[in-house]
Each structure stands twice: as structure tokens, then as C-alpha cells.
T-cell receptor, first 112, second 113 residues
Framework: DAGVIQSPRHEVTEMGQEVTLRCKPI?????LFWYRQTMMRGLELLIY????????DSGMPEDRFSAKMPNASFSTLKIQPSEPRDSAVYFC??????????FGPGTRLLVL | AQSVTQPDIHITVSEGASLELRCNYS??????LFWYVQSPGQGLQLLLK??????LVQGIKGFEAEFKRSQSSFNLRKPSVHWSDAAEYFC???????????FGKGTRLSVIA
């Protein structure tokens, strides 16, 4: 199994630009999570899905952030417009039944 | 509310020495507990997990952890550390493997010769 796949691995953009992060969960997993890691706040949940339906988006910082899961194999996290404080590592994770969450390699975002 | 405390921000041990990383959690019910490891520039890899049953759990790379309900702790141990163990270690708690995890701030492990 290829594991959770995230793209891009690194993203550098300028303030005000739109950023789209992508995630492909492990095949057969029906839960998908987006986390953000920063030095100040550590790892925090942004949003999670079950069977492509958002269950809890209370961690999404503001309206500039949006996430979708159009099918079981793909999810996106979009930031529009981006700001320097959005600079962080964004992780996607997936799980199945009561199993463990498996994490992708992360996307390192730098907003200048 | 759930919370995880990892009291040690940074630990340095000699190669071959034993290791214990501390984790204390706050959770209202029986927790699902996890230890993950993150190497520089990498994602999080699961070391071990506790759901129920035997309170001493074995993981990958020779790690083990013990769940102590009375102390709300889930400390990670390894009898002999290798240089390749240098990384950041995260303890996490959740209601299950399919619910959001709450992570500690992490403990950075350095290994010296």
C-alpha cells in the first residue's frame, strides 16, 4: 500500500494567493483528517470527514479555509486568500473502523 | 476537555542507554492512547497504541509503553537507544482511532555517542 499521499510536499506562495493542498487517503479507509502543525500551537485538527461527509470543522480557523472530499479517494484543503500566519505543516491522515490514523508526509506551506 | 501533557521538551541520552518519555493525559472515559514519532521533515509514524487489555503494549523499533489509569499516564520506554531514534515523539489521546486526536507538544530526543 502506498500510504497516505499528499501534494505538494512544499509550497511557497505570496500573501493573498490561493493555496490548494491535496490528499489521497489509504484505499478502503473511510475517515479522513486534516491537521495543522505549528511551533506555537503544535498539532491541531482542522476538519475530518467520514464517508466523504464533513463531521467536524470546528478547527478550521476562519472562512478563508475550506475543505472538500468529492470522493473516497481525494480531498482538498484550500486557503483563499493566504496569509503569512497560515505558514505551517499540513497533515492529512486516514483511518478505518476503530483502527489507527495513518499520516501522510505533510505539506510544508510558507506564505510570504 | 481532552488534553495531553509531555513535560519534557527535549531529552538527550547516550547511545545504548535506556529511555523513558513521559505522557500524562486528561480524558473523561477510557482513552485510546498513541505514540507517534516524527523524524525531521517527515510525517508521523505510529510507534504503538493502547485501546484495552494488557496495560503494557509493545510497538515497533523496540519501544513499549505502559498505561497507568491511576496516574493518567502512558509513558514510552526503550531499553537501549540507537542513534537512529533521534526524532520528535508525540503522545496523543482520542475517543477511538476514528475520532480527532489531541496531541501533546512533543518531546525532542537527541542521541549522543
Amino acid at each position: 500500500d502506498a500510504g497516505v499521499i499528499q501534494s505538494p510536499r512544499h509550497e511557497v506562495t505570496e500573501m493573498g494567493q490561493e493555496v490548494t493542498l491535496r490528499c489521497k487517503p489509504i484505499s478502503g479507509h473511510d475517515y479522513l483528517f486534516w491537521y495543522r502543525q505549528t511551533m506555537m500551537r503544535g498539532l491541531e485538527l482542522l476538519i475530518y470527514f467520514n464517508n466523504n461527509v464533513p463531521i467536524d470543522d470546528s478547527g478550521m480557523p476562519e472562512d478563508r479555509f475550506s475543505a472538500k472530499m468529492p470522493n473516497a479517494s481525494f480531498s482538498t484543503l484550500k486557503i483563499q486568500p493566504s496569509e503569512p500566519r497560515d505558514s505551517a505543516v499540513y497533515f492529512c491522515a486516514s483511518s478505518w473502523l476503530q483502527e489507527t490514523q495513518y499520516f501522510g508526509p505533510g505539506t510544508r506551506l510558507l506564505v510570504l | 476537555a481532552q488534553s495531553v501533557t509531555q513535560p519534557d521538551i527535549h531529552i538527550t541520552v547516550s547511545e545504548g542507554a535506556s529511555l523513558e518519555l513521559r505522557c500524562n493525559y486528561s480524558y473523561g472515559a477510557t482513552p485510546y492512547l498513541f505514540w507517534y514519532v516524527q523524524s525531521p521533515g517527515q510525517g508521523l509514524q505510529l510507534l504503538l497504541k493502547y485501546f484495552s487489555g494488557d496495560t503494557l503494549v509493545q510497538g515497533i523499533k523496540g519501544f513499549e509503553a505502559e498505561f497507568k489509569r491511576s496516574q493518567s499516564s502512558f509513558n514510552l520506554r526503550k531499553p537501549s537507544v540507537h542513534w537512529s531514534d533521534a526524532a520528535e515523539y508525540f503522545c496523543a489521546v482520542g475517543a477511538s482511532g476514528n475520532t480527532p486526536l489531541v496531541f501533546g507538544k512533543g518531546t525532542r530526543l537527541s542521541v549522543i555517542a
